[in-house]
């Protein structure tokens, strides 16, 4: 048996939406110097020591490394666990035995490594570029690659249900 969602849900998917908005004003409006340049969150397949040094030393030509330690950290904080809670509460709402227990345990993995990658984001971004090490950055990267990994079947599940969902409602049957 599905059951229904809480009636918090839709705040709690706009608060997420919002949160995630104002992440993407912020990091296109601040946090991306050049075109060539973007914030490491948005490298699904990871970055290298050369991306790093370049985009840092850019970031702080063009005093960007305080708004990406400041309100990119302070929403890339929120936003995790807002997105978390709302995956949760469609997997529990949805889901049942095996897949219930392992799409949760994505998303909770998922948590864990978006605030790693945060923490070792930060530290780079607090080091000059010439000092950044190829472990630090295969750390950071690591951890983005591994965030997504995680995110995405979640995602995909998520969007499923969203679509099952809108079939059974244009069908009558909601």
Known sequence: MVEPLPRWFGPLLWAAML????????????????????VFDAHVF????????????????????????????????????????????????RFRGVAQMGLGALVLFYLGADYIENMRVAAMLRTAPDALTQQMVQAASLATVLKYAFLAPCLIAALVVYVQGRIAQSEGRS
């Open 19 to 38: 949160v995630f908005a104002a992440m993407a004003w912020t990091a296109t409006r601040s946090l991306t110097p050049a075109p060539e340049w973007s």
């Open 46 to 93: 990871g970055y290298d020591l050369d991306y790093a040094q370049g985009y840092i030393a850019a970031l702080r030509a063009a005093d960007g490394i305080e708004v990406y330690l400041g309100r990119q950290r302070m929403l890339d904080t929120v936003f995790p666990a807002l997105l978390a809670a709302v995956l949760l509460v469609v997997v529990r709402a």
